[in-house]
């Protein structure tokens, strides 16, 4: 078959796009990412995502209806457990998750967890809440570079973080803490998806600044992913953004950090550039951390626009043989209550130039569909534990 020499996805980290009928159970009935964001700034201007037919899956304020027969849309369906990150990620390439991950956000720490932490690593430890890591830097670095105390906290997902000071402690002797905190955490009391090394530097809290030195912890996925039959066939699978650390590095063949959306979508246009088969893997976390997390509408606004400008380059530069999909991995609706992810569907465009007939699908039972679609592209045979239904019309 081979219709397809590359795929790319791009996930537009948190973006969902309706309430699942098991929001109920999650406290998410009602929220709706991407129609709320739209309608509480009075539009969006996202030109290239309208004649995609975004329109499709909303209506999305400030879009309208159009024929787009370069493109498939479709919403899809969480068939896994749970609202984060890996869970959505892990999925896309074939996993189902039975069991959330375990969360802290509302109580931090176990004392017992907090306690054991403390006594293997020989320090102090102040924070352990939910906070936006920039702001808990601000509150507690100072006292760390007077104490040396560690700075743990947490987030509405699945993770714990230390963050330190480059200049008081060298980033080898965070990332053996967070070594430590890894192997702590991974009791069935504690299991968390994520243990995060956060290096920062300054001297006040009016300049500290956190480095490129971050490292995550991550858990491995529970069995082979599609991502490993493509590396497996000798296909590239190259990722992009925190791709590698969701997946603690399985199924991939070469990995790129970012420091924003804006560097992953240029990183993203230079790989088009590039000559291989197999597969691309972007995600663009800032739409989730520094605005869903934060509530912060307007930004999120404006980081879906301009991530929209990066878009029209992106398809100016495809081959007529390239695979653009652009999704999401759950919901973080920032006109909801509390500043957790919400259960939703999530919003999926399908384009390639080769697509002459493109239209509204139905929508999907599982984000592995997108997965198993890929690999049918490249006649590879699927495994038993693997999710997934071929989307036959983008093969067609």
Same mark, same amino acid.
């Given at each position: 078959?081979?219709?397809?020499?590359?795929?790319?996805?791009?996930?537009?980290?948190?973006?969902?796009?309706?309430?699942?009928?098991?929001?109920?159970?999650?406290?998410?009935?009602?929220?709706?990412?991407?129609?709320?964001?739209?309608?509480?700034?009075?539009?969006?201007?996202?030109?290239?995502?309208?004649?995609?037919?975004?329109?499709?899956?909303?209506?999305?304020?400030?879009?309208?209806?159009?024929?787009?027969?370069?493109?498939?849309?479709?919403?899809?369906?969480?068939?896994?457990?749970?609202?984060?990150?890996?869970?959505?990620?892990?999925?896309?390439?074939?996993?189902?998750?039975?069991?959330?991950?375990?969360?802290?956000?509302?109580?931090?720490?176990?004392?017992?967890?907090?306690?054991?932490?403390?006594?293997?690593?020989?320090?102090?430890?102040?924070?352990?809440?939910?906070?936006?890591?920039?702001?808990?830097?601000?509150?507690?670095?100072?006292?760390?570079?007077?104490?040396?105390?560690?700075?743990?906290?947490?987030?509405?997902?699945?993770?714990?973080?230390?963050?330190?000071?480059?200049?008081?402690?060298? *980033?080898?002797?965070?990332?053996?803490?967070?070594?430590?905190?890894?192997?702590?955490?991974?009791?069935?009391?504690?299991?968390?998806?994520?243990?995060?090394?956060?290096?920062?530097?300054?001297?006040?809290?009016?300049?500290?600044?956190?480095?490129?030195?971050?490292? $995550?912890?991550?858990?491995?996925?529970?069995?082979?992913?599609?991502?490993?039959?493509?590396?497996?066939?000798?296909?590239?699978?190259?990722?992009?953004?925190?791709?590698? $650390?969701?997946?603690?590095?399985?199924?991939?063949?070469?990995?790129?950090?970012?420091?924003?959306?804006?560097?992953?979508?240029?990183?993203?246009?230079?790989? *088009?550039?590039? $000559?291989?088969?197999?597969?691309?893997? *972007?995600?663009?976390?800032?739409?989730?951390?520094?605005?869903?997390?934060?509530?912060? *509408?307007?930004?999120?606004?404006?980081?879906?626009?301009?991530?929209?400008?990066?878009?029209?380059?992106?398809?100016?530069?495809?081959?007529?043989?390239?695979?653009?999909?652009?999704?999401? $991995?759950?919901?973080?609706?920032?006109?909801?209550?509390?500043?957790?992810?919400?259960?939703?569907?999530?919003?999926?465009?399908?384009?390639?130039?080769?697509?002459?007939?493109?239209?509204?699908?139905?929508?999907?039972?599982?984000?592995?569909?997108?997965?198993?679609?890929?690999?049918?592209?490249?006649?590879?045979?699927?495994?038993?534990?693997?999710?997934?239904?071929?989307?036959?019309?983008?093969?067609?």
């Amino acid at each position: 078959m081979k219709k397809y020499k590359r795929a790319f996805i791009i996930v537009l980290d948190s973006l969902g796009i309706g309430y699942m009928e098991d929001a109920h159970k999650y406290n998410d009935e009602g929220a709706n990412t991407f129609v709320h964001i739209a309608n509480e700034v009075g539009g969006l201007n996202i030109p290239n995502l309208n004649k995609l037919g975004i329109n499709d899956l909303g209506p999305i304020k400030g879009c309208n209806s159009v024929n787009h027969p370069n493109s498939y849309t479709f919403k899809a369906k969480e068939a896994s457990n749970g609202k984060d990150t890996m869970t959505g990620h892990w999925e896309m390439m074939g996993i189902y998750t039975t069991k959330p991950f375990k969360t802290f956000t509302d109580t931090g720490f176990p004392d017992e967890l907090i306690k054991e932490l403390e006594e293997r690593t020989g320090r102090k430890i102040v924070g352990n809440c939910s906070a936006s890591g920039t702001e808990i830097i601000k509150q507690y670095g100072e006292h760390q570079l007077k104490t040396g105390d560690l700075i743990v906290y947490t987030s509405a997902d699945s993770v714990l973080q230390i963050a330190a000071n480059e200049d008081l402690i060298p *980033v080898p002797e965070l990332y053996k803490y967070c070594e430590i905190a890894r192997e702590i955490c991974l009791r069935p009391e504690y299991l968390l998806g994520r243990i995060i090394a956060r290096p920062y530097v300054g001297t006040n809290k009016d300049n500290f600044k956190r480095t490129p030195n971050r490292h $995550d912890y991550a858990l491995s996925p529970s069995g082979r992913t599609y991502m490993d039959i493509l590396k497996d066939a000798n296909l590239e699978v190259s990722c992009i953004g925190k791709i590698y $650390d969701i997946f603690n590095g399985q199924g991939s063949t070469r990995t790129q950090k970012t420091v924003s959306n804006k560097d992953g979508m240029i990183k993203t246009i230079e790989e *088009v550039k590039l $000559d291989y088969s197999g597969l691309c893997f *972007v995600n663009l976390v800032e739409f989730d951390s520094e605005f869903g997390h934060r509530r912060d *509408v307007k930004g999120y606004a404006n980081a879906i626009e301009e991530f929209d400008v990066q878009l029209g380059q992106l398809l100016d530069e495809l081959k007529d043989d390239d695979l653009l999909i652009i999704t999401a $991995d759950h919901g973080n609706d920032p006109t909801w209550h509390g500043t957790d992810h919400t259960r939703e569907m999530v919003p999926n465009i399908v384009y390639s130039k080769s697509i002459k007939n493109g239209r509204r699908l139905n929508d999907t039972n599982s984000f592995a569909d997108l997965g198993k679609t890929i690999i049918e592209n490249f006649n590879l045979e699927s495994e038993p534990h693997l999710i997934g239904s071929v989307i036959k019309e983008i093969l067609e």
